[in-house]
């Protein structure tokens, strides 16, 4: 019965994860055309959304999300007996997931997004939800928020200007609470191997302008250290 509740819940998340992704470009748009109008009321622009360069992100079908969503949401309630612990699992997939999205298509990481997972990192480890303490959680984040956080201030003075958003230390800091900080220089490293297999891909194509969003190397990263960590640790 859990598993089909699962199954449900999922198609219904995946649903509202595509319908998210499909108006956020226009969210975005209304944002910043308040905050214009905040600013000069008296002057407020004239909103054209079709002349704008937001795209909307192009999502597969509906059926599609559901089905995958679904299928995603019962393995995971057949897998973990406790339905919290697949919960939280599957809730760091979904902001995983709307993370390297987003990145990957606007080169945007939302630190609302960032702030969540990190939040989520931290409630695992002190339900136990993960196979590490609430100390441990802490001290990574910590370690993996302040690496990236110098980092960013470092490479700006260096080439005066910014070689990392500053949406990277945020997500480096969520993902980090999720392991021991022994184990945050394997999830950089392959990383940073996944974007460079991407750029030679970019290359072979011979394509001029070649644009690396992190945001989704660092969820490759964290997906494959999870898998280690728990398979094979």
């Not at 606007?106 to 960032?114: A, D, P, R, W």
């Not at 990192?121 to 956080?149: D, H, K, R, T």
């Amino acid at each position: 019965m859990i598993i089909l509740v699962f199954f449900l819940l999922g198609g219904i998340v995946a649903t509202l994860v595509r319908y998210y992704l499909q108006n956020l470009a226009t969210q975005i748009q209304q944002e910043i055309y308040q905050s214009y109008a905040d600013l000069f009321p008296t002057n407020a622009p004239q909103v054209c959304p079709e002349n704008s360069r937001l795209m909307p992100i192009k999502c597969a079908g509906f059926w599609l999300y559901f089905l995958v969503g679904a299928i995603l949401f019962g393995l995971n309630a057949y897998y973990f007996i406790n339905p919290m612990q697949a919960l939280f699992w599957l809730t760091s997939g979904v902001l995983l997931f709307l993370i390297a999205k987003i990145d990957g298509h606007y080169q945007f990481i939302s630190v609302t997004h960032c702030q969540c997972l990190m939040a989520l990192g931290v409630l695992g480890a002190y339900f136990q939800f993960m196979p590490i303490s609430l100390e441990q959680s802490l001290q990574s984040l910590l370690i993996g928020f302040g690496a990236f956080y110098l980092i960013f201030y470092l490479a700006r003075c260096y080439y005066q200007q910014d070689a990392l958003g500053r949406g990277d230390y945020w997500l480096m800091g969520a993902l980090s609470g999720f392991h021991p900080w022994q184990q945050l220089p394997y999830l950089v490293f392959v990383a940073c191997c996944a974007g460079l297999l991407f750029a030679g891909w970019k290359a072979i194509k011979r394509e001029k302008e070649v644009y690396l969003p992190f945001a989704p190397f660092l969820v490759i990263g964290q997906i494959v250290v999870l898998i280690i960590e728990h398979f094979c640790l």
